[in-house]
C-alpha cells in the first residue's frame, strides 16, 4: 500500500531574479587623476614608470634554475650547446672581470640543480667540471661553500678522472690563504721582540 501526499493550496512559482549588468564601456575614474580618459573605451590608458625606482636583480626560483640544467644537458646531447655554455659562463665569471659576479644565491640555485645532474658530470663536460673548479667559492657565505664541496665530493666520487685537478685546486686554495696568515704571525712575532 502506498500513501500519497499532495501540498494544500497552489504552490508558488519561484524564477530566478535577472542579474543586473554593468555596461562594459563605461569607466570609473577617480577624480584625483589627472590623465585624460582614453580616446576610446576599448583602449587602455598609457603607462609610465618612475625612473627613480631601484630595480633590483630578479633570482630564478630553483625549481626553474633545475629546469633550465636538465634541459642545457640534453639539449647539449643534440648538438644543441648554447644552455651548457650559459652555465658554464656562470662559474667561469670573476668579480674583477665585471662590476659584478653571479650573486650567491644564484650560484646555489645553479650549484643544487648540478648536484642532480653529477653522473652526467663526465670526460665529456670536463669544461664545466674545470670552471666549477676554478670558480670564486672562498669568501663565500659557509652554506654556499659546504654545498659547493659537495658538488666536487660527488662529481670526483663518479669520476675518478677529477681526483687530481680538484685536489691541486684545494692545495693551492690552501697555500694561497696561508700566505697572508704567515705573514701576520711575523708581524705579531715581531713586534712582541
Known amino acids: 500500500m502506498t500513501t500519497s501526499f499532495a501540498l494544500a493550496g497552489p504552490t508558488p512559482s519561484i524564477a530566478p531574479k535577472p542579474v543586473p549588468r554593468r555596461s562594459t564601456l563605461v569607466r570609473k575614474r577617480d577624480d584625483d587623476n589627472d590623465t585624460p580618459p582614453p580616446s576610446s573605451p576599448g583602449k ?6 618612475d625612473s627613480d625606482v631601484e630595480v633590483l636583480a630578479w633570482e630564478k626560483a630553483p625549481e626553474l634554475v633545475q629546469e633550465e640544467v636538465r634541459s642545457a ?12 655554455n650559459k652555465i658554464k659562463e656562470l662559474y667561469s665569471r ?9 650573486s650567491t644565491a644564484t650560484l646555489r640555485n645553479y650549484t643544487f640543480a648540478l648536484l642532480g645532474k653529477v653522473s652526467s658530470l663526465n670526460k665529456s663536460t670536463s669544461d664545466l667540471v674545470h670552471a666549477l673548479l676554478n670558480c670564486e667559492w672562498l669568501g663565500r657565505p659557509e652554506d654556499y661553500v659546504s654545498l659547493h664541496m659537495r658538488l666536487l665530493a660527488n662529481v670526483v666520487a663518479s669520476q675518478g678522472i677529477f681526483l ?29 721582540l
Open 44 to 49: 587602455r590608458a598609457k603607462v609610465t614608470f
Open 73 to 84: 644537458f640534453q639539449k647539449r646531447g643534440w648538438s644543441d650547446s648554447t644552455g651548457y
Open 94 to 102: 670573476h668579480e674583477e672581470d665585471e662590476e659584478e659576479g653571479p
Open 164 to 192: 687530481g685537478d680538484t685536489l691541486r685546486m684545494l692545495v693551492g686554495n690552501l697555500t694561497a690563504s696561508e700566505i697572508p696568515f704567515t705573514l701576520a704571525m711575523q708581524d705579531i712575532s715581531n713586534s712582541s
